[in-house]
């Protein structure tokens, strides 16, 4: 009885560690590690390490709303909760890359438009796994790429290091973008000098290092004192 709990619990101290999918493939081997990985104890620590500060008692009441039976209340259900909630994360991030697009004509963004898209992220309570799955596809736009790293460096706090492993293994790590930043004149002997325009190209997991912090602090200001315009683009399509 003693060996058999110790093995449970060395069990579940495994699948603590692995990601949900792998979770699901892990509890297709035999019925042991099915009944494991199928329980509540696991979806609800999945579900809280995806999604730390989600309202669970909200979220219960939109699942079963459309149904109009009485809510879920955790542990119960922990596995059709995370399944759910995935789900409308994905659509609605889709809906929102889908509004990026829209407004980034030729993989072009003007700031505004740019800090809106994160300020839009940040309203859907992304967590780092889901800009992971949903934002540094290679498949998607650099400007969508550097939306979420930006968002998970500035918004989620999640370590310039860990960002950067990430972006290697979604192999988006050397994508670049160019930004282009319009400065007032300096003043010069009671003379105000000509306005300086400025244009850098620079890669995703070169915004990730400690001496490239101010290039993301002035995207996070937007167009705000003596820089009056930044435009952000695909360094491809500036090529073009």
């Known amino acids: 009885m003693c060996s058999n709990l110790l093995l449970r619990d060395v069990a579940l101290t495994i699948i603590s560690l692995l990601e949900a999918r792998d979770v699901c493939s892990l509890g297709c081997c035999s019925c042991f590690w099915r009944d494991l990985c199928f329980s509540n104890c696991v979806w609800a620590h999945l579900f809280r390490r995806r999604w730390p500060h989600a309202d669970v008692a909200q979220l219960n009441r939109s699942t079963c709303a459309a149904s109009g039976e009485t809510p879920l209340i955790p542990p119960e259900g922990w596995k059709a909760l995370y399944i759910e909630s995935h789900k409308k994360i994905a659509q609605e991030t889709s809906f929102a890359i889908h509004e990026i697009d829209q407004g980034a004509p030729l993989n072009s963004l003007e700031v505004t438009r740019y800090l809106s898209a994160i ?17 540094f596809r290679p498949k998607l736009s650099v400007v969508v790429n550097l939306i979420g790293l930006h968002y998970s460096i500035l ?86």
Not at 119 to 135: H, I, P
Not at 197 to 214: F, G, K, Q, V
């Open 119 to 135: 300020k839009q992220l940040s309203t859907l309570s992304l967590g780092f796994e889901d800009v992971c799955l949903f934002l």
């Open 155 to 240: 918004y989620l706090h999640i370590p310039p290091k860990e960002v950067f492993e990430v972006l290697t293994r979604c192999q988006v790590a050397r994508r670049q973008v160019c930004l282009s930043w319009l400065k007032v004149g300096r003043w010069l002997h009671g003379f105000r000098l000509r306005d300086e325009n400025y244009t850098r190209r620079i890669s995703l997991e070169e915004l990730t290092m400690s001496e490239e912090e101010p290039i993301l602090a002035m995207l996070n200001r937007g167009a705000v004192h003596e820089v009056i315009r930044i435009q952000i683009c695909s360094a491809d399509s500036r090529m073009s």
